[in-house]
């Protein structure tokens, strides 16, 4: 790009050829209003519009830049990648040592299946479920957000065991009924939906912390007793760590819990901001899709040599030294923001599993997508706008995840809190009784 362009004028060109001007939907900024900003560039903690205006980054693309952007390891290794081809369509080494590291990292993934998406990593593990149960039904939980693929856009029917209901046009009541769709943490509920269609269930699906609305923790046993309730009737447990896969030092929800799911979908972070994911679990499951099985999947980008460059050196640096840096920052992030509300009279509830933090505008962590929706989200783009106009860049939707990087000093930690600190203090004047 040659010379800076207002964001006003690329979000017309944009819409001009783009539908909405975007090619994911929360980038429009329908949940905060105003004009997207275009990125240009990206350093480190930083992030530079087509206006020159550089921010403190807090979305990371939406996990992945756990190291920071343009990290320079990791960009010599796309680099020396790319120049030997960016695509074979056949097989590389590449794959094998990202393989070898996840499954060195992660003891429950024996097998593997490179993908291109976290979406596409849902959606095999499905197929592969259902295969290997012979069933047809799976169980999700409202709020955890698995990708687009037709059987996980649905959401709970009237009642409290109703099959689910399609969320998007295009997708078919019958698709949707095989989902039963139940609130997050309520293994009662869980239970009640095991007793009236447990010879039906394929398989539970479940983002162990749920990081699509906001970032709501499991309570205390509630993983536990989903893998016991899919061990007791033959149900397969998909554990999602898109989102939380290698962001802590545990590296996955289900070694810091001791669980081991029946399968897992990793992605973001295993490709190093490429476009990545990855089905992985047990042998005898994994070896149900061809050319092994039955199970048919294929991608043409599968195991794309540059992407698995990027992230065999991005997992690579994540050494535990790395990880005492990033959660030290991590913390330093949540604690400074609760204390910022506070001081300004603004009730928050604040999250935080390793370098991945959420807050909501609740006196209460809320547990459930209920709960969520009945915090004062409504605050959200205040916060948002205020933030971005200091050069702080929060994701544009009060349902995301903050996300930490080891290049967020504890000085750039501390200039967003301070910052914080000012908007809390504008939103308690402006909105008193929303506090």
């Known amino acids: 790009m040659?010379?800076?362009?207002?964001?006003?004028?690329?979000?017309?060109?944009?819409?001009?050829?783009?539908?909405?001007?975007?090619?994911?939907?929360?980038?429009?900024?329908?949940?905060?209003?105003?004009?997207?900003?275009?990125?240009?560039?990206?350093?480190?903690?930083?992030?530079?519009?087509?206006?020159?205006?550089?921010?403190?980054?807090?979305?990371?693309?939406?996990?992945?830049?756990?190291?920071?952007?343009?990290?320079?390891?990791?960009?010599?290794?796309?680099?020396?990648?790319?120049?030997?081809?960016?695509?074979?369509?056949?097989?590389?080494?590449?794959?094998?040592?990202?393989?070898?590291l996840i499954r060195g990292k992660f003891p429950s993934a024996e097998k593997i299946r490179f993908v291109n998406s976290g979406t596409e990593a849902a959606m095999t593990a499905l197929r592969l479920a259902r295969a290997f149960t012979g069933r047809d039904k799976i169980i999700k939980f409202a709020g955890c957000y698995h990708g687009h693929s037709d059987s996980l856009l649905a959401e709970a029917g009237s009642g409290a065991l109703t099959l689910g209901v399609p969320t998007s046009p295009g997708i078919t009541v019958a698709n949707a009924s095989d989902t039963i769709v139940l609130p997050f943490n309520s293994i009662e509920a869980v239970r009640k939906a095991f007793e009236e269609h447990g010879h039906e269930v394929a398989a539970v699906i479940v983002?162990?912390?749920?990081?699509?609305?906001?970032?709501?923790?499991?309570?205390?046993?509630?993983?536990?007793?989903?893998?016991?309730?899919?061990?007791?009737?033959?149900?397969?447990?998909?554990?999602?760590?898109?989102?939380?896969?290698?962001?802590?030092?545990?590296?996955?929800?289900?070694?810091?819990?001791?669980?081991?799911?029946?399968?897992?979908?990793?992605?973001?972070?295993?490709?190093?901001?490429?476009?990545?994911?990855?089905?992985?679990?047990?042998?005898?499951?994994?070896?149900?899709?061809?050319?092994?099985?039955?199970?048919?999947?294929?991608?043409?980008?599968?195991?794309?040599?540059?992407?698995?460059?990027?992230?065999?050196?991005?997992?690579?640096?994540?050494?535990?030294?790395?990880?005492?840096?990033?959660?030290?920052?991590?913390?330093?992030?949540?604690?400074?923001l609760k204390q910022a509300a506070l001081s300004a009279g603004i009730n928050i509830s604040v999250s935080r599993l390793g370098s991945v933090v959420g807050f909501f505008f609740a006196p209460k962590l809320p547990l459930n997508l209920n709960a969520v929706k009945m915090s004062n989200s409504g605050l959200y783009p205040l916060f948002f706008h205020a933030m971005m106009a200091r050069g702080d860049y929060f994701a544009p939707s009060p349902y995301e995840s903050i996300f930490i990087s080891l290049a967020h000093t504890a000085e750039i930690i501390d200039a967003t809190i301070g910052n914080a600190g000012e908007v809390f203090a504008e939103i308690a004047e402006a909105a008193p009784s929303g506090t």
């Open 2 to 100: 040659d010379g800076f362009v207002k964001s006003e004028e690329a979000y017309e060109r944009a819409c001009s050829v783009l539908v909405g001007g975007v090619d994911s939907p929360v980038r429009a900024w329908k949940s905060v209003g105003g004009t997207p900003v275009f990125i240009m560039s990206a350093a480190g903690a930083y992030m530079l519009d087509t206006e020159g205006r550089a921010y403190r980054d807090y979305v990371g693309s939406w996990g992945p830049m756990i190291l920071g952007h343009a990290d320079p390891d990791v960009t010599k290794a796309i680099y020396e990648a790319v120049s030997r081809s960016a695509s074979y369509g056949a097989p590389c080494v590449a794959e094998t040592e990202l393989a070898e």
């Open 207 to 336: 983002e162990p912390w749920a990081g699509n609305m906001g970032l709501v923790p499991p309570v205390p046993g509630f993983l536990a007793a989903l893998a016991n309730l899919c061990k007791d009737t033959g149900a397969l447990l998909i554990f999602d760590e898109v989102i939380t896969g290698f962001r802590i030092p545990e590296y996955g929800v289900q070694n810091k819990e001791k669980l081991r799911p029946d399968l897992t979908c990793l992605g973001k972070i295993i490709g190093g901001g490429f476009p990545v994911g990855a089905v992985a679990g047990r042998a005898d499951i994994m070896n149900k899709l061809q050319p092994l099985g039955a199970v048919y999947q294929a991608g043409t980008l599968a195991g794309n040599p540059v992407a698995m460059a990027a992230g065999i050196a991005t997992i690579s640096k994540l050494t535990q030294t790395a990880y005492q840096k990033i959660e030290y920052s991590a913390n330093r992030f949540a604690m400074g």
